[in-house]
């Protein structure tokens, strides 16, 4: 009888733990979902510029049918960036055009270019540098235009291209706000 009794006092404790975990669940605030902004990118056409030579210039393109996080990119171009001659160091400009799939990003992206910034990162200072970038309309970091310094050596390696979307204002930094693209594009100096 007491192991009964002991019995019936376990199953009414786990009835009411669950009642009330139960009422809990009901009370709870629901998750609102991250501001990503409306533009997601999933092709990006490089065009590298020679700058004492601006007819020299050659287009390439990266393209992510289903975007971050899915299948491999389907197309994938190495960017080439020619040594300077007589030991001398190179100098081009790099035009980015981001697009959803033919329909052309650009435009959206620098109307609202206070909260977009596109960051190249992972690759080797040494043998390509980053010069510098565009910027939006309060001086900050935009990304779409950049110049590049091409080494003295041949070199191979990869450029990781991303794309973040603050719902603020974006701080200066390539980690804060959303990622809406992102790419590992292959390089060659030669």
Do not use: H
């Amino acid at each position: 009888m007491f192991k009964t009794k002991k019995f019936t006092i376990l199953l009414l404790l786990i009835s009411v733990i669950a009642v009330s975990c139960e009422k809990d669940d009901d009370n709870s605030l629901p998750i609102t979902p991250v501001d990503q902004g409306s533009i997601f990118p999933n092709k990006l056409r490089i065009t590298i510029i020679q700058k004492n030579d601006t007819t020299k210039r050659e287009t390439y393109t990266f393209y992510d049918a289903d975007g971050i996080g899915g299948n491999p990119p389907q197309i994938l171009d190495t960017v080439i960036f020619p040594i300077g001659v007589n030991a001398s160091q190179a100098t081009y400009n790099a035009e980015l055009e981001f697009f959803k799939d033919n329909q052309s990003l650009n435009q959206s992206i620098r109307n609202s270019g206070t909260k977009y910034v596109v960051c190249y990162r992972e690759f080797d200072f040494f043998d390509l540098a980053l010069n510098g970038r565009d910027k939006d309309v309060n001086g900050d970091n935009l990304g779409l235009n950049s110049e590049w310094i091409s080494k003295r050596r041949t070199a191979t390696g990869t450029i990781k291209i991303s794309m973040n979307y603050n719902q603020q204002t974006k701080d200066g930094t390539c980690d804060a706000g959303s990622r809406v693209f992102e790419g590992y594009v292959p390089f060659l100096l030669d």
